[in-house]
């Protein structure tokens, strides 16, 4: 584990609380659309063309290429469901991340949904997630992982999670100069044929630090691939939600030059 940097806990919940999550999980989501649609929102283009949009504190992000709408991620999800904020303490997360951050006591950072919806959700490419909180927490981001709890079988067919083990040891990894958020890694710099895809049961949870270079294919399937993604951090800090988005502190982190087929900072 710390040299590949992930874990699987295969069936760490049973299928009585994955059916108690999946259902806490749709309340949320109908709750923050129907909100969406009733109330104002304040939307945001991504550089790439994503559209976000945020409503009492949750931000939808959309599938950028669904006939009709569909939600592709929506963040914060904290304070939203009793079942949902019971993982924040539950020592079957807590226990496993402060090992992997290596602290006493682990607190939350931020709370997601992923939906990857039949047939309509979208890849995730190859990116870390230590850059997008690096411009919000700055060097406390190194001390920030996930736990994905997956509510659906994950499959190579519906874009289970796939990840590049050991890559969180080399650091900030090379950014994409050709991606317009400047948040996605080069792949360029992913060795692809290192690469582990997570096949795993509904009630599975997959741990990894921010560092970690992970991509997910699109779903394909008839059912949807809907996963929690609970970001845990030593205890005490403030949570993202407390935090500002500041794209100007991408420049302290490498960015990609190639010449003469060499990668290098
Ligand atoms: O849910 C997935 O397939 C990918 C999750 C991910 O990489 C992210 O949300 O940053």
């Given at each position: 584990m710390i040299m590949s940097g992930y874990e699987v806990l295969t069936r760490l919940f049973t299928a009585t609380e994955v059916a108690r999550l999946r259902d806490a999980v749709e309340r949320v989501h109908a709750d923050v659309v129907a909100a969406a649609e009733a109330g104002e929102t304040r939307v945001t283009v991504w550089p790439d063309g994503h559209r976000l949009e945020e409503i009492g504190g949750t931000t939808i992000h959309w599938e950028?290429?669904?006939?009709?709408k569909a939600v592709r991620s929506l963040s914060?999800?904290?304070?939203?469901?009793p079942v949902l904020d019971a993982l924040w303490t539950d020592e079957r997360l807590t226990g496993p991340m402060a090992a992997l951050l290596g602290v006493a006591e682990v607190g939350p950072f931020v709370a997601k949904l992923n939906f990857k919806r039949a047939?309509?959700?979208s890849e995730f490419a190859?990116?870390?997630?230590?850059p997008f909180w690096y411009c919000c927490a700055g060097d406390a981001a190194y001390d920030v992982a996930t736990a994905i709890v997956m509510l659906d079988d994950n499959t190579v067919g519906n874009g289970a999670m796939t990840l590049i083990p050991g890559s969180h040891l080399a650091g900030p990894a090379p950014r994409d100069p050709a991606d317009p958020t400047g948040l996605l890694v080069d792949p360029r710099a992913v060795d692809e044929t290192a690469a582990v895809t997570v096949e795993a049961p509904a009630g599975s949870v997959l741990m990894f630090p921010g560092l970690m270079v992970h991509r997910s294919a699109p779903?394909?399937?008839?059912t949807d691939r809907r996963s929690l993604l609970f970001c845990f951090q030593p205890a005490g800090r403030p949570e993202l939600s407390a935090l500002t988005y500041d794209a100007d502190r991408l420049a302290d982190l490498p960015s990609a030059q190639i010449s003469a087929g060499r990668l290098h900072d």
């Amino acid at each position: 584990m710390i040299m590949s940097g992930y874990e699987v806990l295969t069936r760490l919940f049973t299928a009585t609380e994955v059916a108690r999550l999946r259902d806490a999980v749709e309340r949320v989501h109908a709750d923050v659309v129907a909100a969406a649609e009733a109330g104002e929102t304040r939307v945001t283009v991504w550089p790439d063309g994503h559209r976000l949009e945020e409503i009492g504190g949750t931000t939808i992000h959309w599938e950028p290429d669904a006939p009709g709408k569909a939600v592709r991620s929506l963040s914060p999800v904290s304070g939203m469901s009793p079942v949902l904020d019971a993982l924040w303490t539950d020592e079957r997360l807590t226990g496993p991340m402060a090992a992997l951050l290596g602290v006493a006591e682990v607190g939350p950072f931020v709370a997601k949904l992923n939906f990857k919806r039949a047939g309509v959700g979208s890849e995730f490419a190859w990116h870390q997630d230590f850059p997008f909180w690096y411009c919000c927490a700055g060097d406390a981001a190194y001390d920030v992982a996930t736990a994905i709890v997956m509510l659906d079988d994950n499959t190579v067919g519906n874009g289970a999670m796939t990840l590049i083990p050991g890559s969180h040891l080399a650091g900030p990894a090379p950014r994409d100069p050709a991606d317009p958020t400047g948040l996605l890694v080069d792949p360029r710099a992913v060795d692809e044929t290192a690469a582990v895809t997570v096949e795993a049961p509904a009630g599975s949870v997959l741990m990894f630090p921010g560092l970690m270079v992970h991509r997910s294919a699109p779903n394909r399937t008839a059912t949807d691939r809907r996963s929690l993604l609970f970001c845990f951090q030593p205890a005490g800090r403030p949570e993202l939600s407390a935090l500002t988005y500041d794209a100007d502190r991408l420049a302290d982190l490498p960015s990609a030059q190639i010449s003469a087929g060499r990668l290098h900072d």
